[in-house]
């Protein structure tokens, strides 16, 4: 489970921010409790605030490090693609994010620094016993290894300045660092984010991690008809009107009159005297979003993963966004402590949320982002009792766009 992440000179962030997991009113279900940490995780936290305050950096830094992990090797050739705090000079101190992982138990923290030219600093660590141990350590071109970790010598070899070494050492055989590595990069992203980075889409925007669940009893194995029967569930739970999925193998030519496969699926739409197929490019944006993230979420309830979701509210009507979250809230639905973080305009789902689940940022003058747990807002002000949309709308926590029609008034010669 995901224990804190943090990040600094990244976009609109300037000083480091820090999003916490870690549950403040741990007396209830929702909590949970990770004995060796001595701590309970929460499976949600929602980011909410003005437009252009952050939100989205905040989870696009996570989303970064996680792409970075996965695709440095390959691609950070000429330049380290990170884009630094975007408002005037800003820190002349490298980037910096880092995440903590809480793994069968046992707490995994991951540092990194660089700027566009060089990996500055690097580190793995972990605490068996609470005490934390090495696994490696990297400034500049130097690789210090845990002690017994002989088999990642070969990371030394492969290294760049401008390749991270977890990029490297996850290719070798060491649990302690594949481990780390698969259950960081397991995390899924939905929303704005994903649809900028097209990630988890098929060429056309197709939702391939969806469709994996919709597979015919047979195209895969013996496990395929209760996933399937599981996603159907889910996506007749939205009341879109959709009895089923079907998925066909279709055959085209190209120029050369090669015969090429493809797959073509349709969504069934259910109406009173008929069941009619729609291709997916007929799909309203609300049906598309609910259609995407039934892959992700399946697959994060089974593993216990993350699921990193950008303007929930975005095409989502306000009662299928909190049936999701009542799906990662309870442990029936939820069992193995997967987490949903997300942003968001819609108060309403302040009334599914508890007070420790809920960040906000706000945009300083020199445009950084200040992200700020809502359960630290004037101290012990904040109750759990607390109607916090009510208290959102009126102010009560600020992070609200300041409304100023006067410009707009003057504009159209209305006021002097």
Request: glycine fraction near 6%; aromatic fraction near 8%.
């Amino acid at each position: 489970m995901l224990i804190r992440f943090s990040a600094a000179n990244y976009r609109s962030i300037s000083e480091p921010v820090e999003l916490s997991m870690v549950a403040i009113d741990r007396d209830r279900e929702e909590a949970r409790p990770v004995s060796p940490l001595g701590e309970s995780l929460l499976p949600i936290a929602a980011i909410y605030g003005p437009n252009a305050s952050g939100k989205s950096n905040v989870i696009d830094a996570l989303v970064w490090l996680r792409n970075a992990v996965r695709h440095s090797l390959r691609v950070w050739e000429d330049e380290i693609p990170i884009e630094p705090f975007a408002f005037g000079e800003g820190p002349v101190s490298p980037s910096s994010l880092s995440v903590e992982i809480a793994i069968k138990g046992v707490r995994f923290e991951y540092l990194l620094e660089l700027d566009s030219e060089h990996v500055a600093y690097e580190g793995l660590f972990h605490y068996p016993e609470k005490k934390r141990r090495r696994i490696f350590e990297r400034e500049d071109s130097e690789l210090k290894l845990q002690r017994g970790l002989g088999g990642l010598s070969g990371t030394r070899e492969l290294m760049t300045q401008r390749t991270l070494a977890l990029a490297v050492a996850r290719r070798f055989d060491e649990p302690l660092v594949t481990d780390f590595a698969a259950h960081f990069m397991s995390m899924h992203v939905l929303g704005q984010t994903s649809r900028r980075r097209v990630d988890g889409l098929l060429d056309g925007g197709f939702p391939v991690s969806t469709l994996r669940w919709f597979e015919q009893p047979g195209e895969q194995d013996a496990t395929s008809a209760p996933d399937r029967d599981l996603a159907l569930s889910l996506l007749r739970l939205a009341d879109l009107g959709i009895e089923d999925v079907v998925i066909d193998d279709e055959e085209s030519y190209s120029d050369s009159d090669a015969r090429r496969g493809y797959r073509r699926f349709r969504l069934l739409h259910r109406t009173q005297n008929e069941v009619l197929p729609f291709e997916w490019r007929a799909e309203s944006q609300g049906t598309r979003t609910w259609f995407e993230l039934i892959g992700p979420v399946l697959t994060a309830l089974r593993a216990g993963t993350v699921v990193l979701f950008d303007e929930l509210d975005a095409s989502l009507h306000p009662t299928l966004s909190a049936e999701l979250l009542r799906i990662f809230h309870s442990p029936v639905t939820n069992p193995h402590g997967a987490q949903l973080v997300f942003t968001s305009h819609d108060a309403s789902l302040l009334n599914s949320l508890n007070r420790d689940e809920v960040w906000l940022t706000e945009k300083h003058l020199d445009g950084s982002t200040r992200l700020g747990a809502l359960s630290d807002f004037a101290g012990e002000r904040v109750r759990k009792s607390q109607n916090l949309e009510n208290a959102y709308l009126h102010g009560r926590f600020g992070a609200l766009p300041q409304v100023d029609q006067s410009a707009l008034l003057r504009a159209l010669g209305l006021i002097g």
